[in-house]
């Protein structure tokens, strides 16, 4: 099947993610890289950005680069299991990535990012191991969500410098949880949210974002 997208032929896979080359991937990774930097939400060289591509592979933002100023040769590929394809250093963080696309066939782009709520939010609750909401009206943001009535969970990971453990860590939830997003908040690191395209991965980002900050907001009113 074929559908247009940013004014390019691209195919769709059977599980319905944009299988999109190497080359189109450089090219929406490097715009997400800077939309993320104009919100400030990963400053310093914080932050990964991945695609599916078509060819099997993935590509993903090297490690040690500002995603802001991101380059072309910033970008490299990498297998299924997180090894580089092509000899430029991959993140530790790939790990988690390539986790994520192999237990969901349906997510064709990974964005982590530092945004402040998703940070601050897991820190916030510090035993909590999902955070569950409902009641918004922005949770029609999150593809498949029809209404403000639904309850939309998200796991919540202890932060760790051993990125096996933590990936088959998220790896376990997602694999007995098939009903949610692909969306986890690590506590006092950062937000990763999938989504079949580059530009959905980055709106539910942007509503995550959104509704961890009502929800700070509100542990405010409570006090």
Known sequence: MINIYNHL???IDPVGHLAISYQQAIEQLL???RRLDARGW???????????????SVAITVSGR???????????RVDMNGASLDGKKPSAETLLHAGLY???PEVG???????????LYGLMLAEAVVVSMTGYEFLKAFPGVATHE????LPICDNTQDMPALQRKVDDWFESHPEAPPVYLVRGHGLTVGGTTVDEARYTTEAVEELLAYELERSRWAR
């Open 42 to 56: 990963v400053a310093a060289t914080g932050g990964n950005l991945s695609c599916r591509l078509d060819d099997g």
């Open 9 to 11: 032929l691209l195919f």
């Open 109 to 119: 782009a990974i964005l982590h990012s530092h945004p402040r709520a998703s940070v």
């Open 150 to 153: 639904a309850v939309v969970a």
């Open 31 to 33: 715009d997400a890289g």
């Open 102 to 104: 192999r237990v969901r």
């Open 66 to 76: 500002h995603k802001g100023d991101l380059v072309a040769g910033d970008i490299m």
